[in-house]
């Protein structure tokens, strides 16, 4: 049986397939060229993660597959009830991305915290000339330890991200329809678990009591966060989307920047992949980041076993 990993697959997961047997086929194959080539090759299983889409018509045009298996968590970019009512099954990694995108998460706020996103622009075209101004304009960070991080969507990602700000002494609030409270354990390195608790509140008391504000959420229809929520923060939030783009109204966002109704902003993911809106990419206030929330050596890794995993046990 061949797969084909269109967006790429880890080593791993190459071994395990091909050792139970499985072609692999890494190639990338343009979006138009791929109902051609599944039918071609007569493929069982396409694996993609953001940038390939599997929509009814590839669905439709290709009978030969079995699998279709997104190397992430949201499956926004797959029609996944229309391959599932057609016969095929639709797999994805739910939890082997979550602790990478969680880090993301902090390597942002870290950075904005200290003004790394506008010192790493500023440092080498003034540092030599202007280093004592930029000190001085860079000298009001905070610190995260005692600050309260407001989390949207609790699940494993946010979940994960909240045990972050744990280890880091700051306090956690939460919302999420789903939950009304969840238990975290925060495993250290010697095999010390410490337990909390967390109860989730309203979305409007995470928005008005965070000082920073990160965001875990599905694509959505609407906006999660525009207009009538920035005007709830706190003028020096900072809020952070590694989920997905379109949740933030980024014209909103620039105009919240602009005005000063929050501080700074922190994006890896934007309303127009691959093309960002140069307003939001010129802004000094926003940390930027490609869209690499997952793209670890190690969520690689184990998202590419838990792909083998899944493809193995349904077709061997």
Known sequence: ??????????????DALEKAGFEVILNTVAQDQLENYINENNIDVILVRSATTVRQELIDACPSLKIIGRGGVGMDNIDVQYAKDKGLHVINTPASSSHSVGELVFAHLFGLVRFLQDANRNMPLEGDSKFGAL?????????????????????????????????????VIAFDPFF??????????????????????????????ADFITLHVPAQDGYVISTPEFKMMKNTAIIINAAR?????????????????????????????????MKVLMNPNISLTPHIGAATLEAQDRIGTELADQIISILK
Not at 1 to 14: C, E, F, H, P, T
Not at 144 to 171: D, N, S
């Open 180 to 209: 009304d409270k969840v238990d975290l354990d925060l495993e250290f390195f010697d095999g010390q678990k410490v337990s909390f608790t967390v109860n989730t509140v309203s979305k409007e008391e995470v928005l008005k009591n």
């Open 135 to 171: 000190k001085k304009s860079y000298a009001k960070g905070v610190e995260l330890k005692g600050q309260t991080l407001g989390v949207i969507g609790f699940g494993r990602i946010g979940q994960a991200t909240a045990k972050i700000a744990l280890g880091l002494g700051m306090k």
């Open 1 to 14: 049986m061949k797969v084909l990993a269109n967006d790429g697959l880890a080593q791993s997961g190459v």
């Open 245 to 277: 783009g379109g949740v933030i109204d980024e014209v909103a966002l620039i105009e919240a920047l602009e005005s000063g109704e929050i501080a700074k902003a922190g994006l890896d993911v934007f309303e127009s992949e691959p093309k960002p809106s």
